[in-house]
Each structure stands twice: as structure tokens, then as C-alpha cells.
């Protein structure tokens, strides 16, 4: 090496440092804005990972449909177990059970002496009250044996309560069995009565409700409320779970 | 000054004329998107964004008449693009201009209105009760509104506001120091080779550092893994994001070119500095 060659220095020939240092400088840059930022560095990171998810979102507003109903004939797996008064009783097997996810169409409601006849969803979102009426996803699926609280719009799917009447047989088919209730009570109450069901009850009940006054323009501010019992239909056998 | 020294001294002022270069790329693309008025609205016209909105407005507005009453049909006509979009720039334009920004329903109440009443007046409907309609109104308008409003901009406004009034100083300060730093380097240097060296590290760094983040962003498609709840944002969240990406990827590109550039003008100038 030539001495004016030393003195630009020019020991390194092969220009390896125009890789090496940027790449340097690349990492020690990001190494110092994570060291400015670390106290808030994990906390935003977790924010912004709320906001993402593996896939792309699906903005269909198609539904699952879960539901096949039950024949007549067929046999739904069942098992028999005494209940608390030591009588046998037979039960729906819970691992036969498909239990729906919230927006799942599982099952049908018929009031024939009302002419109701609609999709049965668990959740009462926009698409479930569009395509039929949908269990209060916070009360219970038939055969569970507790309330189950379900909504839907007077002017379409519910539009037929307003006939309902006390002795009147609402049946509940699903994909494990097909419940009937009868209708016991109606009443009208104000949409923030919370006194107008009970969903802690330790029975099986059925509580339908609708806006009211019926095929009235404009939202209303009190629900008609009809009320029924079971009469057929084997329950869920819940202890297995 | 021993040879060593002065490499790690010119080394240090060129990781900081990198670093300075990274932060004036982020914030030239900052000023010419997210801080630009015209950039959102611009992203809504090319993403199809009024007529998504006007679809999901529609789709709201219907639930909502499912549950008073109203056919499907009355919604054909109560929302439009036209509306939406003079609604959204003038949102846009007083968030911009500092002021608070509010969507007009004035225009959408009207028309709802007149709809309702020729809707009644042709079907013989009965009103629920006096305070049925205006609560039914109100409520549409409020759907509206909601639907219109971008989110986190409220949030997020002080912070926007206060970095748009801020970011002509800071891209100006951070040019100034550019300036000072590569002034440092050539006139510090006796070999003008050695200066275009240096620069050409933290030009190739630079080219690093802003690449990085679009070329992985782009590459996985991260971001259009956000969730959205309306498509009208999602696509044009996805549409602003990919924009800004593809601005810094540019940026990066230019400091690719500039350091190719500058590489050759080094091994020229090397080259002659050799023969003489």
C-alpha cells in the first residue's frame, strides 16, 4: 500500500463498511427509540395489538345455522339419572348437545294459534331481529331449565303476539329436541321495568316480548310481555358439563 | 488527530445525521398525510368510501325501522353520498382548522322528516305517541352522526392539532440540522472523499432504517388485519395506512438512490485524489 493511499485512508478496499456500519447505525437507531419509549413502549404495543387480529375481518352479515330438526321418530341420545326427589327422569346427554354461539341460528318458535312462525337465534343483534326473534344471549337455551328471554320486532317475526292468549301452545324446535310451553300471563310494562323477568329463576320458563303499542310508527317505550311454562320436553342434562 | 478517533468521531456524527434523516422522512410523510386536510378526503373518494357508508347508514337506519315500524323501503332514499360526503368535509375541515368538530344533522333531519311525513300521509300510519316521531328522528340522526364520526379523532384531536401547528418548525429545525451536520463533515474533512463517505453511511443507513418498517408492513399485509366494525373505515384505514407505507417506502428508495450516488462519487473522487 502506497503511503498516499495510508493517509486517505483507504486500508479497506473491498468497501465492506458501506454495508456493515449502516446496519450499525440501522439497529443502534431503533435500539435508542426503544430506549426512549420503553416505559411506554409494552403498553402500546399491547394497545395496538387489540386492534389487530390474525385474519382479515369477515363483514358478511351471513349467519351460522346450526339447526336440524328434530323428526318425530328419531332419538335424540338421552340418559337416565334420578332427580333430587329420587324419581328417574330422562335427560338429553349434554355431549349430544350443540350449544350455539351468540348469532347462531339453532331453532324455531311456533305460536300456530298466533301465526308465529320464526328463526330462532341466540342474541338478539340487528341481523338475528331481522331474519326471525333471538334469545337474550344473559338468559337460557330450552332444556336448560331456567328463563329463556326472547326478543323480536312487533311489526314483522312478533307481530302476532298481539293475539297471544292464556292456554295457548308455543313450541320451541331445535337441533336436540322440541319443547312446549303454554302461554300463562300477558302483560304490558315499560322498557325499563326490570321487574318483568327473572332470569334467575331456578325453573324452565319461556318470556317472549315485543314493542308495544303493536304496529305503531316510532319507538315505543313500553314491551308486550307474554308468558309461558313448560309443559313438554326433556331437559338438558346440565350436571354432566 | 489519531486516525482512529477521528473514525469514530465522524462515526458518531454520521449515525446522528442518520437518525436525524429517519426522523425528517417520518415527519415529512406526517405533514403530507395524516396532517394534510385534502389526504383523508382524498383516501375516502379513491377507497369508495361515501357509498360503503351510505350502505352501512342504511343498513342501521333500517334495524332502527324494524323496531318502529318503518318498511325497508322508506330508508331508499333518506341517506345519499352527495350529503354524506359535504357532512364529512365539513367535519374534517373544522377538526383541521382546531375548531370542535360536529356533524351537521340539520340536512339529514329534514330529509328524514319530509320522508316520514309522505310515508304517513301514504300508508294512513297512526304515531305511536307525541313524543314517538321526534325520539325516532333524534335517534336516526344520532345513528348518523355516529356513523359519521372517524374514530379516535376526537381523542386524538389536541395531540394532531398541536403536532400540525408544530410540524413546519420541526421539519425546518431538523433540515437546518441536517444542513449543519453535513457542513461539519465536508468542511472538517481535508479529503472531500472521506465527507462523501460518511454522508453516503448515514444516506445507506437512513435508507435502512425508513425501509424497514414498510417493507415488513407491507410484506405481511398487517394492516389489513385491523378490526374495524364498519368497511367503510376499514378500507379506508387500510387505504390511508398502505398511502403513508408506501410514502416512506419512497422516501427510503430516494435514500437508496442518493447513497448509490454518492458511492460512486466517493470511489471517482477517491480515485482521483489517489492519482494526484
Known amino acids: ?241 | 488527530m489519531n486516525s482512529k478517533v477521528r473514525h469514530i468521531i465522524y462515526g458518531i456524527i454520521s449515525f446522528v445525521l442518520s437518525f436525524v434523516l429517519f426522523l425528517i422522512s417520518f415527519a415529512i410523510v406526517l405533514q403530507s398525510t395524516i396532517l394534510n386536510p385534502s389526504y383523508i378526503m382524498d383516501n375516502m373518494n379513491t377507497s369508495n368510501y361515501f357509498v360503503d357508508k351510505r350502505d352501512e347508514i342504511k343498513e342501521s337506519l333500517v334495524n332502527l325501522g324494524y323496531a318502529s315500524g318503518l318498511d325497508e323501503k322508506f330508508f331508499e332514499n333518506v341517506v345519499d353520498e352527495v350529503t354524506i360526503h359535504d357532512n364529512t368535509q365539513a367535519y374534517l375541515n373544522s377538526f383541521y382548522a382546531g375548531e370542535e368538530a360536529k356533524i351537521d344533522t340539520t340536512a339529514f333531519k329534514q330529509k328524514f322528516n319530509s320522508e316520514l311525513d309522505s310515508y304517513i300521509s301514504k300508508n294512513n300510519l297512526k304515531v305511536a305517541n307525541d313524543g314517538s316521531r321526534e325520539y325516532l328522528i333524534n335517534q336516526a340522526a344520532n345513528i348518523y352522526a355516529a356513523a359519521l364520526r372517524i374514530p379516535l379523532f376526537t381523542t386524538l384531536s389536541a395531540y394532531l392539532i398541536a403536532l400540525k401547528n408544530m410540524m413546519p418548525l420541526i421539519i425546518g429545525g431538523l433540515a437546518v440540522l441536517v444542513a449543519i451536520l453535513c457542513v461539519i463533515i465536508i468542511f472538517t474533512n481535508s479529503w472531500k472523499h472521506r465527507a462523501v463517505r460518511y454522508i453516503c453511511y448515514s444516506t445507506s443507513a437512513a435508507f435502512l432504517t425508513v425501509g424497514i418498517i414498510p417493507a415488513v408492513l407491507l410484506s405481511t399485509g398487517y394492516m389489513s388485519k385491523i378490526n374495524i366494525d364498519s368497511r367503510a373505515f376499514y378500507n379506508l384505514f387500510v387505504q390511508s395506512m398502505n398511502n403513508i407505507l408506501i410514502a416512506l417506502a419512497i422516501c427510503s428508495v430516494i435514500f437508496f438512490i442518493v447513497s448509490i450516488g454518492l458511492f460512486f462519487l466517493h470511489k471517482s473522487m477517491r480515485r482521483h485524489a489517489s492519482e494526484d
Open chain 1, 1 to 241: 500500500m502506497s503511503d498516499k493511499k495510508i493517509r486517505h485512508g483507504h486500508k479497506s478496499k473491498n468497501g465492506k463498511s458501506f454495508i456493515i456500519l449502516p446496519i450499525i447505525f440501522c439497529l443502534i437507531t431503533y435500539l435508542v427509540l426503544y430506549l426512549a419509549f420503553v416505559p411506554s413502549f409494552s403498553p402500546v404495543i399491547s394497545a395496538v395489538g387489540m386492534f389487530f387480529s390474525d385474519n382479515e375481518k369477515d363483514y358478511s352479515t351471513e349467519y351460522d345455522n346450526i339447526f336440524v330438526p328434530v323428526s318425530e321418530n328419531s332419538t335424540v341420545p338421552t340418559v337416565t339419572k334420578k332427580d333430587s326427589n329420587g324419581q328417574e327422569k330422562t335427560y338429553v346427554k349434554n355431549d349430544s348437545v350443540q350449544y350455539p354461539n351468540y348469532g347462531n341460528l339453532f331453532g324455531e318458535l311456533i305460536i300456530n294459534d298466533c301465526n308465529v312462525d320464526a328463526n330462532l337465534f341466540f342474541g338478539d343483534n340487528d341481523v338475528a331481529l331481522r331474519n326471525g326473534v333471538g334469545i337474550y344471549a344473559g338468559s337460557f337455551v330450552p332444556g336448560y331449565g331456567g328463563t329463556i328471554l326472547v326478543a323480536g320486532h312487533n311489526n314483522t317475526y312478533f307481530n302476532g303476539l298481539k293475539n297471544a292468549e292464556v292456554g295457548q301452545k308455543v313450541e320451541i324446535k331445535t337441533s336436540y329436541g322440541n319443547y312446549i310451553y303454554e302461554i300463562t300471563d300477558t302483560a304490558v310494562k315499560k322498557a325499563t321495568d326490570r321487574t318483568a323477568y327473572d332470569l334467575s329463576a331456578d325453573y324452565e320458563n319461556l318470556i317472549m316480548y315485543t314493542c308495544y303499542p303493536f304496529d305503531a310508527l316510532g319507538l315505543t317505550t313500553q314491551r308486550y310481555f307474554v308468558y309461558a311454562k313448560l309443559v313438554s320436553g326433556t331437559p338438558i342434562d346440565k350436571e354432566a358439563n
